[in-house]
C-alpha cells in the first residue's frame, strides 16, 4: 500500500494479532486509499471475529468506513457478552479443542466438535450450514468469508478456555444434558438397558444411570464425577457473578 498514513491503536487484548505494535499498543501503517477500515485492520492481523467498536478521531465508525491520511483510529475488542443473532448460540470447534469441547458439553452447550483434521474450507462451511460459531486457535481460519460467526480462543489451557467462552457468549446452560462424547441428548435409562456397557464392579454398585439418545452411551457417577461437578459448579457460580 502506498496511499494515506493512519495511526492505529489497538485494545491491549488485540495485541497479539498485531505484534508491531506492542509494546505501545499503536501502529502507523499506509493505506491504498480505497480499502475499508476493516480491510484494512484485518490486513494488519486482527480477524474481524475479534473486532469490536471502530473509532476515528474519537467517533465510532463503521467497517466500510475509508480511512483518510493523519486519521487516528482506535480498535475495540469485541464487547462481553457478545450477542450472535439469528440462530440458537451453537458453537463449532476444531480439532485443537477437544477439552474444551467436552466441557461445554458437559456444561449442556450445544457443541459440535470436529475431532480429525478437515480443514478450513469444510469448517467453514459447516459453522455456515448449521449456524453455529467457530471457536479456534487457527487466525487464519477466522478470517474466511464464509464463517456464520467466530471468535477467537486466545488460552491453550482448557479450564481457561472455558471460562473465556462463557464470558464472552454467557450461553445457557443446562448441565448434565447432553453426550460428551457426541453432543447428543440425554435420557434417564434402566441398569437392564445399559447392562451390556457395564463391568462387574459398576453393576453391582451403582443404580441410577442416563444414556445419550443418539450414540447410546451410558452415564453414571462413577470414579470422575467429583472432578466433573466441580467443572459444573465453577461455571455456574461465574454465571451468577456476571450477573
Not at 471502530?54 to 475509508?66: F, I, K, N
Not at 450461553?171 to 462424547?181: H, I, K, N
Not at 445419550?212 to 459444573?232: M, T
Request: glycine letters at 8%; a neutral charge.
Amino acid at each position: 500500500m502506498n496511499g494515506p498514513e493512519i495511526h492505529v491503536e489497538f485494545d491491549p487484548e488485540l495485541l497479539v494479532f498485531v505484534p508491531q505494535a506492542r509494546p505501545t499498543g499503536a501502529t502507523k501503517t499506509t493505506t491504498d486509499g480505497v480499502s475499508s477500515l476493516g480491510h484494512v485492520v484485518e490486513s494488519l492481523g486482527v480477524p474481524q471475529t475479534e473486532v469490536g467498536t471502530l473509532l476515528v478521531d474519537g467517533r465510532e465508525v463503521p467497517a466500510g468506513h475509508v480511512p483518510a491520511a493523519g486519521e487516528s483510529v482506535t480498535v475495540r475488542a469485541v464487547a462481553h457478552p457478545q450477542r450472535v443473532p439469528g440462530a440458537p448460540l451453537r458453537f463449532l470447534l476444531d480439532v485443537h479443542l477437544g477439552t474444551l469441547a467436552r466441557r461445554l458439553r458437559l456444561l449442556g452447550v450445544d457443541t459440535a466438535y470436529e475431532s480429525t483434521d478437515i480443514g478450513d474450507p469444510a469448517l467453514a462451511a459447516r459453522s455456515a450450514a448449521e449456524q453455529r460459531v467457530m471457536l479456534s486457535r487457527d487466525r487464519g481460519l477466522l478470517r474466511r468469508r464464509e464463517l456464520w460467526a467466530g471468535a477467537f480462543v486466545y488460552s491453550t489451557r482448557p479450564e481457561v478456555q472455558l471460562t473465556y467462552v462463557l464470558d464472552r457468549f454467557d450461553p445457557e446452560l443446562r448441565p448434565w444434558t447432553r453426550c460428551t462424547a457426541c453432543n447428543g441428548l440425554l435420557r434417564r435409562a434402566t441398569k437392564d438397558e445399559v447392562a451390556d456397557q457395564l463391568r462387574g464392579g459398576t453393576h453391582r454398585n451403582y443404580d441410577v444411570f442416563a444414556q445419550c439418545s443418539d450414540c447410546g452411551r451410558a452415564y453414571w457417577k462413577g470414579a470422575h464425577h467429583e472432578q466433573l461437578v466441580a467443572i459444573v459448579e465453577r461455571a455456574v457460580a461465574s454465571r451468577s457473578s456476571r450477573g
